[in-house]
């Protein structure tokens, strides 16, 4: 499951203090963690430097992970890589500063921070089970090209989302390779607030829509699309499929997704706090159920979101060799064209580096107590399917990941109990967009 648009820096960035305040393991074992120092830092558009600081809303405006931002935050002052493609992560601020705000127009908010007393079951977790520090997204890129590789470990040269009119992806997705080996698997949604269940009304929400393969499976099997009722249904009856992807509630506000693009104060903000409960409510409910004996919970989020990370992104392959085929798709000359609209073909503008850094969390009875520092990107989730089952990769991004074992101990089991003191997730944080912090 992956939730929406959040930063390994802007969610996690503070765990070790957590894991001293509460006397965890990793707070005295020489643990680890990659994490954002208090000199870190952006220059906004009037010059001022800009440092971490403490959220205490959980309501933020939307800062933009598209392919032109998210290259312009790569490296302000050479956002295509042509003149030497080396990391700086010094435009954050600045793009969030134009990102269509109502507020803070000076783009302060992408350097901002979450610890405990605001995500205190995502703390809980990430510290008791597996986490990493070097967990990527795919693609320098907005939800829909990332979530293509959830599925495909690619979006055939897709650096923006498919519009009204466009051919979908004819890639090879893992799920038809679970079908060509008789593998079980769902894709769980859940229905929007109309209360719409239908399985084309689900399909809408599935990010699978992306791809040709999915009219074969509304065709042929229909059932595998299924709403987030029939996962609690699973759990009790011990009918989980073999696999299992579940789509955010984002319909329901619970995908933890900025507050959209807006020039109305009056806008409903979203609020962080009830999507991490409605996760806490699935994966909880699975540790209390018999399928937690041989099960893995893997949570991340789809995208960095815009917020500020000072991990460089990972060198990774092209997953298929497509270059991009839709820059300027959106009118005018993309960042990785030249003056006449040709591709700029170096390693940051042709797929050749992964997104930033995510927040992520391993859970399963098997589980250890673990920090992973292997850079990789989430379609070593894919590599993961592909080891347990015996699986060939989809492409070359697939491949060259990990196949993720290192955070288990299949044999001893560490967590066959579950841990009994899983704290509620609090809702209680203040909402507002006018201000910061």
């Known amino acids: 499951m992956m939730q929406e648009n959040r930063s390994f820096d802007h969610y996690f960035s503070h765990l070790p203090e957590y894991w001293s305040k509460y006397g965890f393991p990793q707070a005295t074992n020489g643990t680890s963690l990659d994490v954002e120092s208090n000199s870190d830092s952006n220059l906004d558009p009037n010059g001022v430097a800009v440092h971490p600081f403490k959220l205490n809303t959980q309501c933020l405006e939307n800062p933009s992970p598209s392919w032109n931002e998210s290259h312009a935050d790569f490296n302000h002052n050479d956002p295509d890589g042509t003149k030497g493609g080396t990391f700086a992560g010094n435009g954050f601020v600045q793009t969030a500063a134009h990102e269509g705000t109502y507020y803070d127009t000076v783009g302060h908010r992408v350097m901002g921070y979450y610890d405990e007393t605001v995500l205190n079951y995502y703390y809980f977790m990430a510290s008791t089970f597996g986490t990493a520090d070097h967990f990527y997204s795919p693609n320098l890129s907005r939800s829909q090209p990332n979530r293509a590789y959830s599925y495909a470990a690619t979006s055939m040269g897709h650096a923006y989302q498919l519009v009204s009119g466009s051919a979908q992806l004819s890639s090879l997705t893992i799920l038809q390779v679970l079908d060509q080996n008789n593998i079980s ?41 299924a709403p987030i009722s029939q996962y609690f249904t699973d759990l009790k009856n011990g009918t989980l499929p073999q696999v299992a992807f579940i789509e955010p509630a984002s319909e329901m506000g619970w995908d933890e997704h900025p507050t959209g693009d807006h020039n109305d104060p009056t806008v409903s903000p979203i609020h962080i706090q009830p999507g991490a409960k409605y996760v806490s409510s699935l994966i909880n409910a699975l540790m209390g159920s018999s399928s937690w004996k041989d099960s893995v919970f893997i949570l991340s989020w789809d995208e960095a979101g815009g917020f500020y990370d000072h991990e460089q992104p990972m060198s990774v392959p092209n997953p298929d060799g497509i270059n991009p085929v839709d820059l300027g798709i959106f009118g005018g000359r993309d960042i990785c064209q030249d003056s006449n609209l040709n ?69 001893g089991a560490p967590w066959a109990t579950p841990p009994s003191n899983v704290p509620v997730q609090r809702t209680d944080a203040p909402c507002y967009l006018s201000s910061l912090p």
């Open 185 to 225: 698997w769902k894709i769980y949604v859940h229905p929007t607030p109309s209360g719409c269940a239908t399985v084309q009304c689900l399909d809408s929400q599935s990010y699978l829509n992306q791809f040709t393969y999915n009219r074969h499976v509304l065709s042929v099997e229909p059932n595998n699309i």
């Open 343 to 411: 591709l700029i073909t170096t390693p940051i503008c042709t797929f050749r580096f992964s997104g930033y850094r995510l927040p992520m969390i391993v859970v399963s009875p098997f589980t250890k107590n673990f920090v992973s520092h292997t850079p990789m990107d989430y379609t070593a989730v894919l590599r993961l399917i592909e080891a347990r089952f015996n699986l060939s990769p989809l492409n070359h991004r697939d491949a060259a990941m990990p196949d993720m074992t290192e955070f288990f101990d299949f044999a």
